[in-house]
């Protein structure tokens, strides 16, 4: 059920972002006319109303396309994703269990908190154990708790436990702002 809602509302929201953006179009079309009356744009929106459905359409395919990729997907429902990088992302579902697929196979169940910097994810599990995973050559390396981690964070200059962020916070960070009003 959370799926077919969270499904409708980016239906609705790609039409909603389509029509503005087949509007924005038609106005940059109908300023562009005035200066090159016998240019393509100017002839292709003679007709406004053609012209903004089309955009309009083609606009709706896009951002769909967009949104079913890897880099536009955050999930449907009771799904969300963030994309880290090299086709890897952190992963929730039911708004409550947070995992990190090549990790959570391993080791432990839950991700608590996290940060990513440097081509690196600094994590913390559920079992009050940390871990780096460098998510470029897929290296795993697990701390027994933060003393462990953040000692090793000093000396190589890592981000410490008391930078790690919940899933909710990137989520909110990495898909708010640009992405939530330019992307489906």
Do not use: C
Request: no cysteine; hydrophobic share 40%; glycine share 6%.
């Amino acid at each position: 059920m959370e799926y077919l809602f969270g499904l409708i509302f980016t239906l609705l929201k790609v039409s909603l972002q389509a029509s503005v953006y087949a509007t924005l179009l038609l106005s940059l079309a109908r300023v562009t006319a005035a200066f090159a009356p016998t240019s393509w744009l100017a002839k292709s929106s003679a007709n406004s109303k053609r012209f903004w459905w089309r955009s309009g359409f083609a606009a709706s395919i896009v951002l769909f396309l967009i949104a079913n990729t890897r880099w536009g997907d955050h999930g449907l429902g009771d799904y969300s994703r963030i994309p880290l990088g090299h086709g890897l992302a952190m992963e929730q579902i039911n708004g409550t269990m947070v995992y990190f697929e090549p990790v959570t196979t391993r080791d432990h169940e839950e991700i608590i908190s996290y940060k990513v910097a440097d081509d690196a994810l600094y994590a913390k599990a559920n079992d009050n154990l940390y871990f780096t995973y460098d998510l470029q050559t897929k290296r795993y390396q697990t701390f027994d708790d933060s003393t462990a981690y953040n000692s090793n964070a000093r000396n190589l200059d890592w981000p410490t436990s008391s930078q790690f962020q919940s899933f909710h916070r990137h989520y909110a960070q990495y898909w708010g702002g640009w992405r939530f009003w330019l992307l489906a």
